[in-house]
């Protein structure tokens, strides 16, 4: 197997358990990175019984899992005023022109900031390493932020997640004990 296969196998692992993806979905995503000499037979014969495997764990996870918990969180948010999408995309400059999309969908009347995380996060927490959000106003404002920053903390430690953050509004929240089991959306 070569460094390009083991490469898209990994990534076909990870797209399978963001729990975001359909199994058409991750076929669509694998045309997106296929290289010249990937053996493509084998990877896309590997898609269902990755599938299949989490199917198969889902049914050991616990009732409420940590991605529960920050769906729970992330509705309360938004219900505060902070714009709180998940998965958005793939880098911080992706997530920001989301962010931004939503913000023009809803309205700047009671936003006070947004709370997110992107794909590089997602996939992080996948691997065990605990969950990064990025937070912000609308302003700019290094005070508003770390008062954004403190109701995201709040509620993110209301909703059963140990937050690590100093308090500086520069810094991202960090989970880092999130253990990310987030049952297929498809």
Same mark, same amino acid.
């Given at each position: 197997?070569?460094?390009?296969? !083991?490469?898209?196998?990994?990534? /076909? $692992?990870?797209?399978?358990?963001?729990?975001?993806? =359909?199994?058409?979905?991750?076929? $669509?995503?694998? +045309?997106?990175?296929?290289?010249?000499?990937?053996?493509?037979?084998?990877? $896309?014969? =590997?898609?269902?019984? +990755?599938?299949?495997? &989490? &199917?198969? !764990?889902?049914?050991?996870?616990?009732?409420?899992?940590?991605?529960?918990?920050?769906?729970?969180?992330?509705?309360?948010?938004?219900?505060?005023?902070?714009?709180? %999408?998940?998965?958005?995309?793939?880098?911080?400059?992706?997530?920001?022109?989301?962010?931004?999309?939503?913000?023009?969908? $809803?309205?700047?009347?009671? /936003? &006070?900031?947004?709370?997110?995380?992107?794909?590089? !996060?997602?996939?992080?927490? /996948?691997?065990?390493?605990?969950?990064?959000?990025?937070?912000?106003?609308?302003?700019?404002?290094?005070?508003?932020?770390?008062?954004?920053?403190? /109701?995201?903390?709040?509620?993110?430690? +209301?909703?059963?997640?140990?937050?690590?953050?100093?308090?500086? %509004? &520069?810094?991202?929240?960090?989970? %880092?004990?999130?253990?990310?089991?987030?049952?297929?959306?498809?």
């Amino acid at each position: 197997m070569s460094d390009v296969d !083991d490469y898209i196998l990994d990534s /076909i $692992r990870t797209w399978v358990w963001s729990g975001f993806y =359909s199994p058409g979905q991750v076929h $669509r995503l694998i +045309e997106d990175i296929l290289e010249e000499g990937a053996d493509e037979e084998m990877l $896309r014969a =590997s898609v269902q019984p +990755e599938f299949d495997q &989490k &199917k198969a !764990d889902e049914a050991t996870w616990p009732e409420t899992t940590d991605c529960d918990r920050l769906d729970n969180a992330f509705e309360l948010l938004n219900a505060q005023g902070i714009i709180a %999408p998940h998965n958005t995309g793939y880098t911080m400059s992706d997530s920001q022109e989301d962010v931004g999309d939503a913000l023009r969908q $809803r309205g700047e009347q009671g /936003i &006070k900031g947004s709370c997110f995380y992107h794909g590089q !996060d997602r996939d992080r927490a /996948i691997n065990g390493g605990g969950l990064m959000l990025a937070f912000g106003d609308l302003n700019d404002n290094a005070t508003q932020i770390t008062e954004v920053g403190a /109701i995201i903390a709040s509620v993110l430690q +209301e909703c059963g997640l140990p937050v690590d953050w100093d308090g500086d %509004p &520069k810094t991202r929240l960090h989970l %880092p004990h999130f253990d990310w089991k987030q049952r297929s959306t498809y």
